[in-house]
């Protein structure tokens, strides 16, 4: 685990440990990578309630109810679609805020609209009104690995109270 994934996700674990409040993670691209990060951190069993790793458009729908309508409409690549992912592993979970992250980590896959490089994400909390947030980010075609470790630390800065 490189240095700064440690510290943030050391920050991530101490701030949501202090508010008492539990999170959740909807992974495609990272593969886990948010969770492994998390699950590193002494403590992060008082933070971390569950994690989905739900790499195939399958896994999408079934394990968290996202539709095949969304998917096949804005594809998985998508902010309607890492919303409905953070929706659902809130609604499957015990957590305060759900954290959903979907991306083209490359080094194939990539089109005109949605490049290597390009991930979205999605964070929803339990309670909160109004449009859920959402950000599409362009990391380039700087190699898988630097994608999913840049993905990585947005994520857990979402995280972040």
Do not use: H
Request: hydrophobic share 45%; glycine share 12%; net charge negative.
């Amino acid at each position: 685990m490189s240095d700064d994934i440690e510290a943030l996700a050391r920050r991530v674990v101490e701030a949501n440990a202090r508010g008492d409040r539990q999170v959740a993670l909807a992974e495609s691209c990272t593969g886990g990578l948010v969770s492994a990060a998390l699950t590193e951190i002494p403590g992060s069993s008082r933070v971390l309630d569950r994690g989905f790793v739900t790499y195939s458009n399958e896994a999408k729908m079934e394990l968290l109810g996202v539709s095949s309508e969304i998917i096949e409409t804005f594809g998985a690549v998508s902010i309607a679609c890492v919303w409905a992912m953070a929706q659902g592993a809130l609604e499957r979970s015990q957590a305060d805020v759900a954290v959903a992250i979907s991306g083209v980590a490359g080094p194939d896959g990539g089109t005109e609209l949605k490049p290597v490089g390009t991930v979205v994400f999605a964070r929803v909390t339990r309670g909160q009104a109004g449009d859920p947030e959402g950000e599409l980010r362009n990391f380039g075609s700087v190699g898988r690995a630097e994608i999913r470790r840049q993905a990585t630390l947005c994520a857990l800065e979402l995280l972040l109270p």
